[in-house]
T-cell receptor
Framework: QQQVKQSPQSLIVQKGGISIINCAYE??????FPWYQQFPGKGPALLIA?????SEKKEGRFTISFNKSAKQFSLHIMDSQPGDSATYFC?????????????FGTGTRLTVIP | DAGVIQSPRHEVTEMGQEVTLRCKLI?????LFWYRQTMMRGLELLIY????????DSGMPEDRFSAKMPNASFSTLKIQPSEPRDSAVYFC??????????????FGPGTRLTVT
């Protein structure tokens, strides 16, 4: 059972456009929502993360929007660049049980066309 | 600071052979996660340890897979005997778990395993 559902599976965006990737979850105990970026041949790397006490977090061109009532969160990449072409994973975790494991989405392959 | 170190980076072996993958945590971290990544199944958590203790191994596919942490900074993932369907990229990730911790996981570069 997929704890975090991610869409779309793949995304093609023109350079300068906005890339939007969406994720949804069911477990209301989740309290940490990171996004990871993975380039071919590399391990995933933490890009940006949010906790449910805020509705938005921005770091440079990357923004997470969080909707607690809808149990959804999304990654927005503004002014998308060819160098942003990678696979993006959303994830979620809960600290209630003392566990530290992340539940990952299935990934979105982003291609930014020059 | 060195990140998570994995070895080997590539492993090609024949079906039935034993395979051992190795991982060194980031200094000071106390949680270790083993993941497997394939095109079909994405990123799967196999097992994770906290302070050298296995916490959840429900993702380990079957008894052919075993993982250990002989000390606080090092882990091995062993597959015996290996099968072609085990071909995947295996990642380990390191984290510092504290009460109310940040849950950030730092991934290693991965080991690409091919079983023929």
């Amino acid at each position: 059972q997929q704890q975090v559902k991610q869409s779309p599976q793949s995304l093609i965006v023109q350079k300068g456009g906005i890339s939007i990737i969406n994720c949804a979850y069911e477990n209301t105990a989740f309290d940490y929502f990171p996004w990871y970026q993975q380039f071919p041949g590399k391990g995933p790397a933490l890009l940006i993360a949010i906790r449910p006490d805020v509705s938005e977090k921005k770091e440079g061109r990357f923004t997470i929007s969080f909707n607690k009532s809808a149990k959804q969160f999304s990654l927005h990449i503004m002014d998308s660049q060819p160098g942003d072409s990678a696979t993006y994973f959303c994830a979620a975790s809960s600290g209630l049980t003392g566990a530290n494991n992340l539940f990952f989405g299935t990934g979105t392959r982003l291609t930014v066309i020059p | 600071d060195a990140g998570v170190i994995q070895s080997p980076r590539h492993e090609v072996t024949e079906m039935g052979q034993e395979v051992t993958l190795r991982c060194k945590l980031i200094s000071g971290h106390n949680s270790l996660f083993w993941y497997r990544q394939t095109m079909m199944r994405g990123l799967e958590l196999l097992i994770y340890f906290n302070n050298n203790v296995p916490i959840d191994d429900s993702g380990m596919p079957e008894d052919r897979f075993s993982a250990k942490m002989p000390n606080a900074s090092f882990s091995t993932l062993k597959i015996q005997p290996s099968e072609p369907r085990d071909s995947a990229v295996y990642f380990c990730a390191s984290s510092l778990t504290t009460s109310g911790g940040k849950y950030e996981q730092y991934f290693g570069p991965g080991t690409r395993l091919t079983v023929t």
